[in-house]
């Protein structure tokens, strides 16, 4: 199993620029999540997904857009990207939103110019 | 939002010693939650849960305890070894919400 599977690694866009974050796992995991982390701070919410067709807001939608076609993959598109999205960003998968807890991708690093 | 607060943001103790990280939060209806270390460049990782019929949970070296009537976590880590050196975050899940609430961090700093 490679578990939760983020790219790229790094990312430097140009305001305006639009791109996906991709997100993958291969636990058969329903339950998967995109949150960013700025630094000092927790994670905050971005996106999740309980199922495959199903998605919802978290605390901090705004500018970001995601889909579920598959149970594997949770891509998340930055549509125009600012410099405000400058962070890392994490995916996660669960079977389910209240077992077990997440399992994280190591991060997507990026930076907005 | 949810309110999930740390009391402490850096905490320093010495090898072999016990370690415990507080976690407030707000929400008294809130089921589930979740205690992750986070090391240096890597993603979170799932340390230990508790749900809200539990007062208290131990896994390897680690128990958590809640206190549901004053809303508060805490994390004990035993024998701590430089190992244990990370950012420990709490998470909140309230019922049947499917989000979580991440608070802001502490970071443990074992001295050798």
């Known amino acids: 199993n490679a578990g939760v599977t983020q790219t790229p690694k790094f990312q430097v866009l140009k305001t305006g620029q639009s791109m996906t974050l991709q997100c993958a796992q291969d636990?058969?995991?329903?339950?998967m999540s995109w949150y960013r982390q700025d630094p000092g701070m927790g994670l905050r919410l971005i996106h999740y997904?309980?199922?495959?067709?199903?998605?919802d807001q978290g605390e901090v939608p705004n500018g970001y857009n995601v889909s579920r076609s598959t149970t594997e993959d949770f891509p998340l598109r930055l549509l125009s990207a600012a410099p405000s999205q400058t962070s890392v960003y994490f995916c996660a998968s669960s079977y389910s939103s209240d077992q077990g807890g997440n399992t994280f991708g190591s991060g997507t690093r990026l930076t907005v110019v | 939002g949810e309110s999930v607060g740390l009391h402490l943001p850096t905490l320093s103790v010495q090898e072999g010693d016990n370690s415990i990280i507080n976690c407030a939060y707000s929400n008294s209806a809130s089921d589930y939650f979740i205690w992750y270390k986070q090391e240096s460049g890597k993603g979170p990782q799932f340390i230990i849960d508790?749900?809200?019929?539990?007062d208290k949970r131990q896994g390897q070296r680690v128990t958590v305890l809640l206190n549901k009537t004053v809303k508060h976590l805490s994390l004990q880590i035993a024998a701590t070894q430089p190992g244990d050196s990370a950012v420990y975050f709490c998470?909140?899940?309230?019922?049947?919400?499917?989000?979580?609430?991440f608070g802001s961090g502490t970071k443990l700093n074992v001295k050798p």
């Open positions: 998470a909140e899940i309230p019922y049947n919400f499917n989000k979580f609430y």
């Open positions: 997904s309980v199922g495959a067709g199903i998605t």
């Open positions: 508790i749900r809200s019929n539990m």
């Open positions: 636990m058969n995991h329903e339950y």
